[in-house]
């Protein structure tokens, strides 16, 4: 099957407020493709593990959790065995408590295996931090986008304001490095740029412009 005849999938990746999500919405509706955000189905499952007191490092029990679970991502909203948690899995309790979740192996192999038939069947804009890696590795295009960690930082207080939620600047930035040792210390894959990947640096750059480099590259 050619690119012709099918959608097309795109891989975008990156660390913690590099604005993968803004900017995958936005490719995805400029080339009408579906968003995976791989990033929000991890948020599901650690939601889930909250409610149902699942530590975040015990194995076995996540692993129980997801035998079933049921994730989908629909017209911009997440289900959670059928039931819309756009807005819980945004929450800080979740936020606190993803990167743990996102680092056991059992977790990553079922939400590799979900994320590949969702992108069969849909094709779309998929973004996480080992889509181009681990889970697409033939993409049709492959991204990385970065920032620098000042940079991510205010952009991530700005939405946490935007939320009602206050939080200093340097806070932000510590939870940001936080994350980035974390995300590229771990055993399983580890955040790296894909080979054959272009790499972004959207510091100082629009959303607009950003986006308007991801077309350009996927319309050759």
């Not at 012709?4 to 993968?20: C, E, F, N, Q």
């Not at 065995?81 to 819980?88: M, N």
């Not at 993803?98 to 079922?110: M, Y």
């Not at 181009?132 to 207080?157: I, N, S, Y």
Request: charged fraction near 30%; hydrophobic fraction near 45%.
């Amino acid at each position: 099957m050619s690119l012709v005849d099918r959608p097309i999938t795109i891989a975008l990746d990156g660390p913690a407020g590099s604005g993968k999500s803004t900017v995958a919405r936005a490719v995805a509706e400029r080339l009408s493709l579906p968003h995976i955000d791989t990033g929000a189905m991890y948020r599901a499952v650690t939601l889930k593990a909250l409610e149902r007191g699942v530590g975040a490092l015990d194995a076995d029990g996540l692993q129980s959790l997801l035998d079933g679970t049921d994730i989908d991502l629909r017209d911009g909203k997440v289900f959670l065995d059928g039931r819309d948690v756009s807005a819980e899995v945004r929450g800080g309790p979740v936020t606190a408590s993803v990167s743990q979740v996102a680092t056991n192996g059992p977790v990553r192999e079922w939400m590799v295996d979900r994320q590949r038939r969702l992108v069969g069947e849909r094709g779309g804009v998929v973004e996480g931090r080992d889509i181009a890696t681990v889970v697409l590795p033939q993409a049709d295009f492959k991204f990385f986008l970065t920032a620098a960690p000042q940079e991510r930082a205010r952009r991530r207080a700005a939405e946490l304001a935007l939320e009602g939620v206050l939080v200093s600047l340097e806070d932000v930035l510590i939870g940001i490095e936080a994350r980035d040792r974390l995300d590229a210390g771990r055993e399983v894959s580890p955040l790296r740029v894909a080979e054959g990947a272009t790499v972004i640096d959207s510091t100082g750059r629009s959303v607009d412009d950003v986006v308007d480099e991801i077309v350009a590259v996927t319309r050759g």
